[in-house]
């Protein structure tokens, strides 16, 4: 299976940005989709967005529409999560998540390999 490795997390102001990275190793032609959720203390995990590897199909939940972006560096085994204009809310660990295939709506079963997560601290 394919093996994934979470980075970027950290300190950041409100209204400040934040870019996470997601590396793929292993079996990665197992991989189709990297999803990528986070998980608040006291909270259930939550859909923040997921993307194909040859980046065509691209879905968000709906609570970081217009303020992140996911994309796709084929070539490096990577994905990134770009997060804009960020809110105390954002607060959380944030995971990237691996799936054999690609719909609007996805929740966590969805997914087969994980990463070990990176936390992401919005302060005021």
């Known amino acids: 299976q394919v093996q994934l490795v979470e980075s970027g997390g950290g300190l950041v102001q409100a209204g400040g940005s934040l870019r996470l990275s997601c590396a793929a190793s292993g079996r990665t032609s197992s991989s189709y989709a990297i999803g990528w959720f986070r998980q608040a203390p006291g909270k259930e995990r939550e859909f923040v967005g997921v993307?194909?590897?040859?980046?065509?199909?691209?879905w968000y939940g709906d609570s970081v529409k217009g303020r992140f972006t996911v994309s796709s560096d084929n070539a490096k085994n990577t994905m990134y999560l770009q997060m804009n204009n960020l809110k105390l809310e954002d607060t959380a660990v944030y995971y990237c998540?691996?799936?054999?295939?690609?719909?609007?709506?996805?929740?966590?079963?969805?997914?087969?390999?994980w990463g070990q997560g990176t936390q992401v601290t919005v302060s005021s």
């Open positions: 998540a691996s799936a054999k295939f690609i719909r609007p709506t996805m929740t966590a079963a969805d997914f087969g390999s």
């Open positions: 993307i194909n590897w040859i980046g065509s199909r691209i």
